[in-house]
């Protein structure tokens, strides 16, 4: 099943119920990307074990991690586990996962994607990111947020988003991911990488919800023809910075009652109708499988338009990259800051 476009170019999702009746969107590539992935960001050892196993069992087969998040180890343990038992072939999976701030040099990419492929215990990933145009300077490969005695971040100042840009692709050459892309970009870097890339980014991971819809970064991209992942679609209500702006607890949500759903499966069904890729985050049993039931009802026109004027725009961002990464300000690649404020 594949995202469909209506007369008024809004992407609709026929109704299903089983995984392998996920809708996907399309890379310009040809490759797939499933509309719902489980986030892991949160999580990590025997936490994000269960959670990546009772997301298997319950149909997920697209998951989203990081080497920043250092869980690949233990997503490749159950992942690994599920594979040599048959339980799910490597191409009935979607594996992304995203090249840390500490390696965003030329150099690094093939050493960095081969360490994460080793703990994912795969041959290869699904997507492949640059996770944040900022570069780092780790100690080791290990020290994967480098701060200083004040707490600041430990920049990279020679980062080079097109050397860079040229080593992702030689990853797909080499076979070690079907598609690259990147992540928490601004439009004007992504133009860059468009203006002299042999491969494009196939999919850009940034803040979206409710709140923050991103719109004019969306059509940016639609016009380049690179699909959208939505991350934190639930507006991340573990944050600190959510506390005033708690999308789950919008009345709009009350559309739900319509068809008995709560408010998470609204919002995340908004987004999907958008054809925006989503990878809410839980590791709650019950959260798990309520977020997965969003492919049996469809919100109308007028449902869409309602969620559509939550949008608050630059005021609805929650993740704000100068506060959460001290010092992140001072690099060159976030001056250019145009539909992304950092
Ligand atoms: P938990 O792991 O306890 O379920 P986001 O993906 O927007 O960053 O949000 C992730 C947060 O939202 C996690 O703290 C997660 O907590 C919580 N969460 C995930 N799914 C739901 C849901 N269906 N209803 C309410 N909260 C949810």
């Not at 949160?42 to 994000?48: I, Q, R, S, T, Y």
């Not at 319950?58 to 992942?79: K, P």
């Not at 839980?282 to 449902?303: M, W």
Request: hydrophobic share 40%.
């Amino acid at each position: 099943m594949r995202l469909q476009f209506n007369s008024h170019s809004v992407p609709v999702v026929a109704s299903g119920s089983t995984m392998s009746q996920v809708p996907k969107v399309k890379f310009f590539n040809g490759k797939e990307m499933p509309v719902l992935g489980l986030g892991t960001c949160l999580a990590k050892g025997d936490e994000v074990r269960q959670a990546v196993q009772l997301a298997l069992e319950c149909g997920y087969r697209h998951f989203d991690t990081a080497a920043l998040y250092e869980n690949e180890e233990a997503i490749g343990d159950v992942l690994g586990k599920w594979i040599s038992e048959g339980k799910v072939a490597r191409e009935e999976l979607f594996i992304t996962t995203k090249l840390p701030m500490i390696a965003n040099r030329a150099e690094d990419v093939t050493k960095f994607l081969m360490m994460s492929l080793k703990k994912l215990q795969l041959s290869y990933v699904d997507l492949y990111l640059i996770h944040f145009p900022v570069g780092m300077k780790g100690k080791d490969e290990n020290d994967i947020l480098p701060k200083d005695a004040e707490g600041k971040i430990i920049l990279d100042m020679d980062t080079d988003l097109i050397s860079l840009w040229k080593a992702m692709e030689e990853q797909v050459d080499a076979g070690r991911a079907k598609s690259v892309g990147i992540s928490n970009f601004n439009s004007e870097q992504i133009d860059r990488i468009m203006k002299s890339c042999r491969i494009q980014p196939a999919n850009h991971q940034v803040e979206i919800h409710a709140f923050h819809q991103q719109k004019e970064l969306r059509a940016f991209c639609h016009k380049h023809n690179i699909t959208v992942c939505a991350f934190s679609p639930l507006g991340a209500p573990y944050k600190e910075e959510a506390k005033d702006k708690p999308v789950l607890q919008h009345p709009v949500d009350l559309h739900g009652c319509r068809w008995g759903k709560t408010p998470a499966q609204i919002i995340l069904r908004h987004l999907i109708q958008l054809g925006i890729v989503v990878i809410p985050k839980s590791t709650n049993p019950e959260r798990i499988k309520e977020n997965f039931q969003v492919f049996n009802f469809s919100l109308s026109d007028k449902d869409m338009r309602d969620l559509d004027s939550l949008d608050q725009g630059r005021d609805g961002k929650i993740f704000i990259f100068k506060d959460s990464l001290l010092g992140v300000s001072n690099h060159q690649n976030t001056h250019m800051i145009f539909h992304f404020r950092i």
